[in-house]
């Protein structure tokens, strides 16, 4: 049955007509799109206290929108959440109530007593996580004993010990390298107004040791790996100086190698914001060449608006640029297409040929061959923007002619097959990275210390090798990659989202896999997963998660008001299954259209991806933009064909 009226059919077409005019706009000089990356509260407080750690000037004018943002920001339980509109959460709550009175706020003030009553409620602040601890150690408001004990030694390490950096994901890694210095040397905050938060803590906090177990840690292990922490804290400082001094030499050619001009190590702020600490702590000004690019760098990360200004986590041009590339050319037309083009061209030169980076200790023979989220990032590009780049690319040479792509998608498809897990699965940026025991350490209470397999960069793997021709049965890893899915399927029908929030992206990125690979639309497991789809769709005929779907005790999917990057992944998923014309289908795009605004594009305020669940999330400006359009450009192409059947791998 026909659902699409006449005049739904001219709605359709003028909606997609006004997000692509929308999207246009945002594309820059030189043909790439980069929108803002927002987190919560805790990089720009960070970025306040990082200033006057540092002494540096104090500019008024950008701390008084910093301000602005924390303050708008705060929650209605009077602290401050990961996500809009979400839980208090202790650390970020601490940190941005330390900023706050930092930029100048009085402790009396109605916000800040707001706060601080929150944080009493919970305990006070000495259960913030061990980050915070570390930041408030250098501030001298608790002592190093309320920070895990991480001898910098670590790094001399060889590969087959327990503990080594390449056992780890390459943003503990470059975080954690400059805070072992940090924590060698032990350096105190310069701080000139002196200020303290002393008022948050229930007990006198230079009385405070450690870090109680995090819900995720075994207790078994927690116990031997705090046994440990207790018998280094008595044997570290008999430590040989000379080792000290070999150690901390190693860590410096190890940030050094991998400095990355002002894009920074690792390109994200942890361990930009650390490497000018330790050199600072290394007693290196602030015109010493390496801390003064890190620090430029930093600054590169702020936005900065009429009324108020937060600092990004890092950027993310690459991934906002090929999956605006994926939107244009599924909508199609004569502006559409060129735009993506140059969008597409802009990327070729960042593909990284030449750096072996960290991936390469468990896979030497490899030849390099991916691309970074961010500008530049040569040692951590990522096999999810890879297989996006390599898809749009081929999307353009196939569909419309274009030359010029075919050594970057062959070099990228190449490093792709030479990177998979021995479990079948694809991790972002490391291969076989399931050291798990490691999650169990004391500087592990976030629980984020690996980067192992997951299920939504699996599927964009396998889709990627499979729109370039490749199949289960032609194809070793998209065999082992389908059934690493296979096992993977959550009872109810879902898949986990990683780098998404959360079923909804996981159970998205895996049925557009399904479909490429040439799984059967009738197979249970497809089945199954576009029948939950279905029955999560909110009554609006949107759909929504909540970032309390990644909880420990695992209870699926939670309900959360509609937004357009998760309607627009759900309808995308359910094409790709091949219900076109289910009426959740017409629905979903009747809500897409219905709340698309005069520009053409969606106003989206909640968080709809993750950079680590439970702990950090990530609320990308572009999702909103290119989604929505992407879904709606889908639905029309498809119901002007006979097949119904979608031909490429997202």
Known sequence: MDSVTATSREALESSIASATQGILGFQQSDGHWVFELEADCTIPAEYVLLRHYLAEP????????????LRRIQGAHGGWPLVHDGEFDMSASVKA????????????APHMVRAREAIHARGGAINSNVFTRFLLATFGVVTWRAVPVLPIEIVLLPFWSPFHLNKISYWARTTMVPLMVIAALKPRARNPKGVGIDELFLQDPRSI????????????????????????????????????????????????????GED?????????????????????????????????????????????????????????????????LEAGGDKAVPAAKQGLDWLIPRQELEVKGDWAVKRPDV?????????????????????????????????????GYDDAIARGREWIEGMQSDDGGWA??????????????PFSDHGALLDPPTEDVTARCISMLAQLGETAKTSKQVAAGVAYLRKTQHPEGSWYGRWGMNFIYGTWSVLCALNMAGVDHKDPMIRKAAAWLTSIQNDD??????????????????????TASQTAWALLALMAAGEVDHPAVARGVEYLI???????????????????????????HGYPKFFPLWALARYRNLRNTNSRVVGVGM
């Open 428 to 441: 972002a940026f490391d291969v076989n990275n399931l050291e798990y025991y490691l999650n169990n350490i």
């Open 58 to 69: 104090v500019d008024t004018v950008l701390e008084a929108k910093i301000g602005n943002y």
């Open 97 to 108: 109530y330390f900023a706050l009175k930092m930029i100048g706020d009085s402790i009396d």
């Open 594 to 620: 219905a709340t698309q605004d005069k520009k053409g594009l969606w106003d989206e305020q909640r968080y709809t991806a993750t950079g680590f669940p439970r702990v950090f999330y990530l609320r990308y």
């Open 264 to 328: 920074g190590m690792g390109a994200i702020y942890p361990p930009m914001a650390n490497i000018v600490m330790m050199y600072d702590a290394l007693g290196k000004d602030e015109n010493f060449p390496p801390r003064a690019i890190t620090r430029r760098g930093i600054d590169k990360l702020l936005v900065i608006k009429d009324d108020e200004a937060y600092c990004q986590p890092c950027v993310s041009p690459v991934w906002d640029t090929t999956l605006t590339a994926h939107a244009l």
């Open 367 to 403: 030849r390099p061959g991916g691309w970074a989220f961010q500008y530049n990032n040569a040692h951590y590009p990522d096999l999810d923007d890879t297989a996006v780049v390599v898809m749009s690319m081929d999307r353009m040479r196939r569909e419309h002619g274009a030359a």
């Open 541 to 562: 005929g949107g759909w929504g998660e909540d970032a309390v779907s990644y909880r420990l005790d695992y209870k699926g999917w939670e309900a959360a008001p509609s």
């Open 209 to 260: 040791g450690m870090t109680a177990k995090a819900p995720h840690q075994s207790m078994a292990w927690f116990l031997l790996f705090r046994s440990l922490d207790a018998i280094l804290r008595v044997i570290e400082p008999l430590f040989p100086k000379s080792l000290r001094k070999r150690a901390i030499d190693a860590a410096l050619a190890f940030t050094e190698e991998r400095l990355n």
